[in-house]
């Protein structure tokens, strides 16, 4: 049943993106502006699900069982300062989706169950945010063929560095094998795989150009990578969670990517977010070349 419903879901997000008219650059919010969507131009889409600091007297804090309400401050800011780098460079810019309202109230990264804890009030601003998501798909696939999607969130670990989550947990990064057909499957970049047989997934989490490896080289540290494989038994470790799940699954064989988990320090505090920036910029327009076989 719900494989129908969403297949339906799907179906409707594409008859309403292909039949309303899109204006790149331009931003579209619910009534509330609760939820905020940025028409890119690139094959690329960006969520942040739990940046917002928005708390409403209406709403009652989450407290299902498994509800975390803790902010990731400052990654509104960053994907942001992301944006005005590729305007910068490119003159060209992400597909960008934000919640602004506090996780206290609605987590986008969980299920809808979970997500709203049961408040109805709560399922129209989780449904929206999706469903910018879901057109933002449309858009960037129908422009490019494929795109690539990343959850942007912040993490307060000790190790100040960048976790790259491909669905894929830390045991299995320390004995990944690119022959590992439930490893494949089970990774967020299982679509690119799928559609071009000359890819591996060792390439792509810990090869010279995969993402964790490009980035470590602009000098911030990331897991896994060419230069830090794999977390430590000891070490605490993000691999992914609904939103990377859902959009990079078979359902969206279009789409892959990632998400990331952010430091603070370099990285989403004000002086590191436009170095952080432009690093990402130079980083994901390599990427694009590689993989997409797109450049700008």
């Known amino acids: 049943m719900k494989f129908i419903k969403l297949t339906l879901f799907l179906f409707l997000s594409s008859a309403f993106a292909y039949a309303q008219k899109w204006e790149v650059g331009k931003t579209y919010t619910d009534e509330e502006k609760w939820t905020e969507f940025i028409v890119g131009d ?22 299902c069982k498994g509800a975390v309400t803790v902010t990731d401050s400052r990654t509104i800011e960053l994907v942001k300062e992301i944006e005005k780098a590729f305007l910068a460079k490119y003159n ?25 804890c049961g408040d109805k009030a709560m399922e129209k601003p989780w449904n929206q945010f999706h469903d910018y998501i879901d057109t933002a798909v449309v858009l960037a696939t129908k ?6 999607y990343i959850d942007l969130h912040g993490h307060g670990h000790t190790k100040q560095r960048l976790e790259v989550g491909y669905l894929l947990k830390p045991d299995e990064l320390r004995d990944l094998d690119a022959k590992d057909n439930k490893q494949v499957a089970k ?14 997934l060792e390439q792509l989490l810990v090869g010279p150009e995969a993402f964790g490896t490009l980035i470590a080289k602009e000098g911030f540290d990331a897991v896994p990578s060419k230069q830090d494989v794999a977390p430590l038994e000891e070490d605490k470790y993000f ?34 977010r436009p170095i952080f920036a432009k690093a990402f910029v130079d980083v994901m327009s390599e990427y694009f070349k590689t993989y997409l076989k797109t450049s700008f």
């Open 42 to 63: 690139l094959p690329l889409i960006i969520s942040v699900p739990h940046g917002g600091t928005l708390s409403l007297t209406s709403s009652p804090t989450r407290n």
């Open 187 to 200: 990774s967020s970049v299982a679509n690119l795989l799928a559609n071009d047989k000359k890819l591996d």
């Open 92 to 116: 060209a810019r992400p597909f960008i989706i934000i919640s602004n309202l506090s996780r206290k109230h609605v987590d986008h990264n969980r299920d809808i169950d979970e997500g709203t």
């Open 143 to 148: 422009k490019f063929g494929k795109s690539i």
């Open 239 to 272: 691999n992914g969670g609904y939103n990377t799940a859902r959009y990079t699954s078979v359902k969206y064989p279009n789409v892959f990517g990632w998400q990331i988990e952010s430091n603070y320090k370099g990285v989403r505090d004000a002086a590191g």
